[in-house]
C-alpha cells in the first residue's frame, strides 16, 4: 500500500514537473516560429491584477487528491476519502494555478494608448516597454532602458 502510495507521488512529481530550465519568455508550441510584431510605448498607469487558473490546475489537482484520498479509509470512509481528497486537491490545483500579473496602460510611441497584461512581471508608470504581439495577441511584455 504504501508502495503505490509512493508510486503515484513520484509520477505526479514528474508530470507537474518541467524540463526546460531557461528563466526567458514562455511560446506556445504552435507560435514560437511565427513572424512577430512588437511595439514601444511609455506605461502610464500600472495595477495588479490575478490571472485565474486556466482548469488545468484544479483537474490535476482533484485526480491527484482522488487517488490520494483512495488509499485512506476502509469501506464507506474510503469513499468519502476519496471525495474529499478530490476536492481539496481541485481547489489547492486552482489556487495554485493563479497567476498575479500586472494591468498595463501604455502610451505607444505612435501615440496610440492600449491596455495590456504583463503576467508576473513588476512594470510601473514611467517605464518604457516592449510589447511583442503575436497576430492580436500580446505575446510578451517586457521593460526596456
Do not use: H
Amino acid at each position: 500500500m504504501k508502495k503505490s502510495i509512493c508510486i503515484i507521488a513520484a509520477t505526479s512529481m514528474l508530470l507537474l514537473s518541467g524540463c526546460a530550465t531557461n528563466n526567458g519568455p514562455e511560446y506556445d508550441g504552435n507560435s514560437y516560429n511565427q513572424i512577430k510584431r512588437y511595439d514601444t510605448g511609455v506605461v502610464i498607469e500600472s495595477r495588479p491584477v490575478i490571472i485565474s487558473d486556466d482548469g488545468s490546475g484544479k483537474f490535476l489537482g482533484a485526480i491527484i487528491g482522488a487517488v490520494v484520498g483512495s488509499t485512506m479509509g476502509r469501506a464507506s470512509g474510503r469513499t468519502l476519502a476519496t471525495l474529499g481528497g478530490g476536492l481539496a486537491g481541485a481547489y489547492a490545483g486552482n489556487e495554485i494555478g493563479k497567476a498575479n500579473a500586472s494591468e498595463l496602460t501604455v502610451e505607444l510611441d505612435n501615440g496610440d494608448n492600449v491596455v495590456v497584461i504583463a503576467k508576473g512581471k513588476e512594470i510601473f508608470a514611467g517605464d518604457r516597454v516592449k510589447i511583442i504581439k503575436d497576430g492580436s495577441r500580446v505575446a510578451q511584455v517586457y521593460r526596456i532602458d
